[in-house]
């Protein structure tokens, strides 16, 4: 499969400071997003350290498929891929080193960031995530969420304390439930997806989610064959909307034609 890929990041409206960080890297085919968050500088150097140290890891780990000096952190799952292994390995080196790094600095203490990341190998993505950061699939004319949110109100929805409606106005909407550098350990989800030709994968930070619709989403990804020009204007529509938080948005449009590119977009006209 062939891609294009393009990321953005805006401090919003209301934020004096960017805690988000990303990374779109198509020589390793790894996309990253990460929602910092402690206050001060320490949100966006925990998010920072978290797109390094995994892209960093991946890097080294597949230049040495995964072994010799460069092992599996945690060990290596055999329900999932090399590349599923390879990301959730960096993850969890990042959560140690960002909780080794926020316990020897009091200024960094309680420090964390979220994580979406995904991996391209071939025709197949894994997909791995902790936190309130989000990963959807493009496909058709339909969008689907691939990731489910690590908070409160997530959990509430689940057990049929809330409506997503009623989730919207909470006052703990904001709150996870895990994140990278909370403790010295953490659990990982991973996944892997199938890709088909046309797809167009969104990873994101909650500073869209909360100011966009999964729709409006939908919509504006599909309107514009160029992913960087769809970034821009989904943060635009974001910081129209309010701009709350920080915002930060990678795209992957994947095809084995370009040709597919303008007939995905004549889908929604």
């Given at each position: 499969m062939k891609f294009l890929s393009a990321g953005k990041s805006d401090k919003g409206v209301s934020r004096q400071n960017n805690e988000d960080n990303f990374c779109v890297d198509d020589d390793l085919r790894l996309f990253i997003v990460a929602d910092g968050m402690g206050g001060a500088a320490a949100g966006e150097v925990a998010s920072r350290m978290a797109v390094e140290i995994i892209r960093d890891h991946v890097k080294r780990s597949s230049a040495?498929?995964?072994?010799?000096?460069?092992?599996?952190?945690?060990?290596?799952?055999?329900?999932?891929?090399?590349?599923?292994?390879?990301?959730?390995?960096?993850?969890?080196?990042?959560?140690?080193?960002?909780?080794?790094?926020?316990?020897?600095?009091?200024?960094?203490?309680?420090?964390?960031?979220t994580v979406a990341a995904a991996l391209l190998d071939g025709s197949k993505m894994s997909i791995a995530h902790a936190g309130d950061s989000r990963i959807y699939l493009i496909r058709a004319s339909s969008i689907v969420q691939l990731t489910d949110d690590h908070s409160?109100?997530?959990?509430?929805?689940?057990?049929?304390?809330?409506?997503?409606?009623?989730?919207?106005?909470?006052?703990?909407?904001?709150?996870?439930?895990?994140?990278?550098?909370?403790?010295?350990?953490?659990?990982?989800?991973?996944?892997?997806?199938?890709?088909?030709?046309?797809?167009?994968?969104?990873?994101?930070?909650?500073?869209?989610?909360?100011?966009?619709?999964?729709?409006?989403?939908?919509?504006?990804?599909?309107?514009?064959?160029?992913?960087?020009?769809?970034?821009?204007?989904?943060?635009?529509?974001?910081?129209?909307?309010?701009?709350?938080?920080?915002i930060t948005v990678a795209l992957v449009y994947v095809f084995k034609d370009r040709t597919f590119l303008r007939k995905f977009k004549n889908l929604f006209r």
């Open positions: 040495l498929g995964g072994a010799g000096n460069e092992p599996f952190v945690g060990g290596y799952d055999k329900r999932f891929s090399g590349a599923s292994n390879r990301i959730a390995s960096g993850i969890r080196l990042a959560n140690q080193a960002i909780y080794e790094a926020s316990q020897s600095n009091v200024k960094w203490r309680g420090m964390g960031t409160i109100v997530s959990e509430q929805i689940k057990s049929g304390l809330l409506t997503k409606e009623e989730a919207e106005g909470s006052e703990v909407r904001n709150i996870i439930t895990r994140a990278l550098g909370t403790t010295l350990s953490m659990d990982i989800d991973l996944d892997e997806i199938d890709l088909m030709d046309g797809d167009r994968v969104v990873l994101c930070s909650d500073g869209l989610t909360t100011m966009v619709s999964d729709n409006v989403i939908l919509s504006t990804v599909a309107a514009s064959d160029e992913p960087g020009s769809a970034c821009g204007a989904l943060i635009d529509i974001a910081n129209k909307n309010g701009g709350k938080d920080n």
